[in-house]
């Protein structure tokens, strides 16, 4: 009963003046005219949290005696309350309509799978037809007959297998509408369109034994049997119907909005019309803003700027925060707003709950359900390290796990892309391995997920930071169970596919509803909670065209046409649904802030709504009164400050360096550290010096640096001399012998197993592998054809160690081969990648190292002054680079002014600009600093430093 003296919620006006609410309006009506009657009233709004207002709204009026409180109902619980039957869940409503389907197509039926994509298009056809009172079977003859037609072709003899399938999946829609309802109708159960047709059908509340009145408040578009019951009850004194129309919208005949008003609005006895748009003197926002995150970050910028003017209490906080609403007409940018939220908002209440599919329980679910599909399409036991990886950094799973990052990182440094089933075992708990290992099948999965997420429910409870995770783990096992009775029953799951698609759309399509007062705190709502209710600061997101209006997609198997012949919805019906829906959120709001999303997309620019564009061209005629502001935000966009680093060699700096420059086993200075010294010397301090790495990858494609390798050792292998000889001559029969591409495998680190080998760019990895090899192999066998080639040796190792400025320093290489040809010595190295064949043309002397062409003709020079030093000789060799993946060129070789060989000119002008290099390396007063060559920081590891 209601005993409350309070005052009516309104909303003030900036005149000084209040607007009724509309559901405070509603309220009003209820107690002036059936306070003495209120138990035999019942009152139908379009949602369930209108009916949380309208309650909200009873308690708070000004009414001082007492009275029953009606029965209050949304739409949808009504007409369920009212037929007496009970609603089918929607996944059973779906399994109840594959289990017809098994019934009418015999050995022709679908998987699960495949039906799970077309069946939620046929229930809500099921559901339009019903509640629009359309002829179902006059309907589905003439959509059967009109599918047929269309593939009807007069130059071909006959349909080809796939036409006739569709055909006669059309032919039968009426037969599984039939069956559907025959079978529904046998367990008194409905979905929502059949209960409104009941209700029609049979009259039953004409003659209610308890509810003798019934009031409608709030709808805009009435389905054809909420309209043909309301013309009953009207006839028969029973109805009363409350509009929540302005003239703005229902006068203009042209207006989407007032579409299904216009004609109702001529009975004198309409209630209400109103003339807000007229009266309004508020403020109407328009921002345009690149990105959602743009708009998140605006929205919460604009509950800040809302609660700075009203901070003089805590109770006027709360009621600003309770006026105002931020809609969503994306609702994917839910996350988002809430992490754009400022930390003084009293509280948030989120209509539309919290989806399972964004917690970290949600990502567990779908890993598990990865991880059984792939089993059962690559038939394998093996778990790939990316999903491990990403179950131990779940939030969720660190209850489960003794130490998730010592485990992740031990992960990291293994570099295995698969692990076998022990390994998981002894890596994972047991019954999280056990749903990853086992051969289960899916029924016996859903029971094993059942128990995890009990289990996880449980380990989690004491963890105050995962109470969110608490709430969907206990959310998800109730929808599993439900879902395990709704299976047993029907008897239809068979593969993992069918368990999957199940469980993405019901469980993982759960939302978690927020606990605390519903009506308290910041409201954030989807465009349809927003129904009947009215708020003083409105925030609406995302109107762009596509999203409101959604535009011209309608998930529907009958075509517009035929809707439009059956009176059906269309499309145009749902863009005027959304059209009132967005005038009437507006109309009673004291300031409005629209946003939009400016930036481009994948088919194109982001579109203001039109809904904007009308805003701002006929308003301002209508209504003077009315602020409207239009602009373009653009964040603030942060210019990387420049930073210029150098690091000083004191006395720490310079004992490090002399450090890396002594012989060891990752000490001294090689080719690849001097060409990174002639290319920067901070890049070299970095990498020789503190010796920093890249961040540890796994890699599951072969990495180009162990192909590399790989390759290497496959020529390594077939040109090796014998020990006890003087060389090995090349044979070009013995390299014809050679099955290159499993040598290259069996070179490949352990965890590069034959199946990763098998198939994805791994495959082509090897094929490209095995191409370079064939192709360098038939260039030295037609070398060989030409002349004899000795190999004197490969990979061989080249050092040399001397004092400079009283510091060791050790000089070290490996040259991958040396060889004879005729008279002349060559030092070969392989490359793999890509090497401009002038990158060894030396066109002048040169006098330092950055003076030389390339790193290439560094690396040629540094191997044939290192051997010459070896071996305290001064011979003219030719110094040379042998290219893989060029075809056109097999060998290049360094010249100086188009002259081969390394001559003793030519070594002594190097060993002087070596020198010099390193004399500056060595000295103290020359910092570490960076290249002044930005072109070169493209591709450094240290960019991220250097902010380059």
């Not at 309608?554 to 517009?560: F, K």
Request: proline fraction near 4%; include cysteine.
């Amino acid at each position: 009963m209601l005993k409350h003296p309070f005052h009516a919620f309104r909303i003030n006006n900036e005149n000084g003046g209040n607007v009724d609410t509309f559901l405070g309006k509603v309220a009003r009506e209820i107690i002036e005219k059936h306070q003495n009657n209120t138990h035999q009233l019942a009152v139908i709004l379009p949602s369930r949290r209108a009916v949380a207002y309208l309650k909200k709204e009873l308690r708070q009026s000004d009414f001082s005696g007492s009275m029953w409180l009606p029965d209050i109902f949304s739409i949808e619980d009504f007409v369920y309350a009212a037929s007496g039957y009970e609603q089918i869940d929607p996944t059973a409503l779906v399994i109840e309509l594959f289990r017809v389907h098994q019934e009418i197509e015999n050995n022709e039926k679908a998987s699960l799978e495949s039906f799970l994509a077309w069946a939620p298009m046929m229930v809500h056809d099921f559901n339009s037809i019903d509640e629009n009172l359309a002829d179902a079977s006059a309907l589905f003859s003439f959509l059967s007959e009109a599918k047929a037609i269309e593939k009807w072709r007069p130059d071909k003899d006959q349909l080809t297998k796939n036409e006739k399938e569709y055909v006669a999946f059309f032919a039968l829609l009426k037969t599984y509408y039939h069956k559907l309802r025959e079978s529904l109708l046998k367990q008194r159960k409905a979905y929502q369109g059949m209960a409104i047709k009941a209700i029609h059908e049979s009259g039953v509340l004409l003659d209610h034994e308890k509810w003798q009145h019934f009031i409608f408040a709030g709808f805009y578009a009435l389905t054809q049997a909420e309209e043909e019951l309301m013309k009953a009850l009207k006839k028969a004194g029973k109805l009363t119907r409350f509009f929540d129309a302005d003239q703005y919208y229902v006068k203009d005949k042209f207006h989407e909005a007032g579409k299904f008003l216009r004609n109702k609005a001529t009975d004198e006895h309409f209630h209400w019309l109103f003339d807000y748009y007229r009266e309004k003197t508020g403020e109407i926002n328009i921002s345009g803003i690149p990105g959602n995150i743009g708009q998140a970050r605006q929205a919460g910028a604009l509950i800040d700027e809302i609660n700075k003017h009203k901070n003089t209490s805590e109770n006027e906080k709360n009621q600003t925060d309770e006026n105002t609403a931020i809609v969503l007409a994306d609702e994917s940018l839910l996350m988002p707003v809430l992490n754009s939220l400022p930390k003084n908002v009293s509280g948030i209440n989120v209509t539309m709950g919290f989806p399972v599919n964004q917690t970290s329980t949600g990502s567990l679910l779908r890993l598990l359900l990865k991880s059984a599909l792939d089993k059962e399409r690559y038939k394998r036991k093996n778990i790939h390290v990316d999903d491990l990886l990403q179950i131990i950094n779940l939030p969720v799973s660190s209850p489960l796990l003794e130490n998730p990052e010592t485990l992740r990182l031990q992960l990291i440094k293994n570099k295995k892309v698969f692990y076998q089933p022990e390994e998981v075992t002894a890596l994972l708990p047991s019954r999280l391995a056990d749903i990853l290992l086992e051969d289960n099948n899916p029924s016996e999965l859903l029971s094993k997920l059942i128990e995890f997420t009990k289990i996880l429910s449980q380990n989690m409870e004491d963890k105050t930071t995962l109470t969110l995770e608490v709430h969907s783990a206990s959310i998800i096992c109730d929808r599993l169970i439900e879902l395990q009775k709704i299976l047993q029953k029907a008897n239809v799951l068979n593969t993992f596919n069918d368990l999957e698609k199940l469980l993405r759309k019901t469980v993982l399509n759960a939302r978690l509803p927020f606990s605390g007062e519903p009506l308290k705190g910041l409201q954030i709502m989807g465009m349809l909670e927003s129904r009947a209710l009215d708020f003083e600061n409105i925030i609406l997101l995302s109107v762009n065209e596509g999203s409101l209006p959604a535009g011209k997609s309608y998930n529907s198997l009958i075509p517009q046409d035929i809707r439009r012949k059956f009176n059906l919805p269309t499309y145009q019906d749902n863009d005027s649904i959304y059209a009132y829906h967005f005038y009437r959120l507006l109309q009673r709001a004291k300031k409005v802030h629209l946003l939009y999303n400016t930036q481009a997309g994948t088919l194109g620019g982001k579109e203001q709504s039109r809904f904007i564009k009308q805003l701002k061209h006929e308003l301002p005629h209508y209504n003077p009164e009315i602020t409207l502001n239009d602009e373009l935000l653009t964040p603030p966009v942060a210019i990387a400050e420049e930073r210029t680093i150098t690091v000083e060699k004191d006395e720490t700096v310079m004992e490090d360096l002399q450090k890396a420059l002594q012989k060891g086993n990752y000490s001294g200075l090689s080719a690849s550290g001097l060409k990174t010294l002639t290319n920067c010397s901070l890049q070299y301090y970095f990498k020789y010096v503190l010796r920093l790495e890249k961040t540890d990858e796994i890699e599951e494609t072969i990495p180009m640096n162990i192909f590399g390798d790989a390759v290497h050792l496959v020529l390594e292998n077939i040109f090796r001399p014998d020990e006890n000889t003087d060389g090995y001559v090349v044979s070009p029969q013995y390299l014809k012998q050679q099955n290159v591409r499993e040598q290259f495998i069996a070179n490949l680190p352990e965890e590069y197993t034959r199946d990763l080998l098998q198939t994805g760019r791994n495959r082509l990895m090897v094929d490209l592998a095995e191409n370079l090899l064939k192709r360098f192999l038939d260039e030295e066998i037609q070398a060989a054809q030409n002349h004899k080639i000795t190999i004197k040796s490969v990979e061989e190792q080249l050092a040399y160690k001397t004092v400079i400025r009283d510091i060791e320093v050790y000089f070290k290489g490996k040259a991958d081969r040396i060889d004879e040809t005729g008279h002349t010595k060559r030092i070969i190295d392989y490359k793999t990648g890509n090497v401009k064949p002038g990158n060894l043309n030396q066109q002048e002397p040169f006098e330092s190292l950055d003076e030389l062409k390339s790193g290439e003709a560094i690396q040629v020079l540094f191997y044939d002054w290192l051997y010459n030093k070896m071996n305290n000789s001064d011979e003219a060799l030719e110094g040379g680079i042998m290219l893989l993946a060029n075809p056109s060129k097999h060998s290049i070789f360094f010249n100086l002014k188009k002259n081969t060989g390394i001559t003793p000119e030519i070594r002594q002008q190097f060993e002087n600009a070596l020198w010099a290099k390193v004399e500056e390396l060595l000295d103290p007063s020359v910092p570490f600093a960076q290249t002044e060559d930005r072109n070169k920081c493209e591709i450094c590891d240290f960019r991220s430093i250097c902010k380059r």
